[in-house]
């Protein structure tokens, strides 16, 4: 069982930066990949940036650039700094553990946090 708790949502202007944190707890955090997802208003919630277990990543292509996400297995805890920030943005930002062995699927959530950019 992992549990993620995500924080550093808020309102920021356009240009601005933002740094998401996902603290987890409960099991073996580096095992896992971890990815950041976002859903915007009235919109499907969707993949913005993933890193696996060995420090691989991958962008939505409309943040390429512009967010870096991170790992920190000390700390147990995954980031996203999202950097000039647009309108487009504005989101509930959803941390996300998944991990696989076999036909066994771990698939864990944290709670949201809320990005608004404001124009």
């Known amino acids: 069982q992992v549990q993620l708790v995500e924080s550093g949502g808020g309102l920021v202007q356009f240009g601005g930066s933002l740094r998401l944190s996902c603290a987890a707890s409960?099991?073996?955090?580096?095992?896992?990949?971890m990815a950041w997802y976002r859903q915007g208003p009235g919109k499907q919630r969707e993949l913005v940036a993933g890193?696996?277990?060995?420090?691989?990543?991958n962008y939505a292509d409309s943040v390429k650039g512009r967010f870096t996400i991170s790992r920190d297995n000390a700390k147990n805890t995954v980031y996203l700094q999202m950097n000039s920030l647009k309108p487009e943005d504005t989101a509930v930002y959803y941390c996300?553990?998944?991990?696989?062995?076999?036909?066994?699927?771990?698939?864990?959530w944290g709670q949201g946090t809320q990005v608004t950019v404001s124009s």
């Open positions: 996300n553990a998944n991990r696989r062995l076999l036909a066994i699927v771990w698939d864990y």
């Open positions: 409960g099991s073996i955090f580096s095992s896992y990949a």
């Open positions: 890193i696996t277990s060995g420090g691989a990543t």
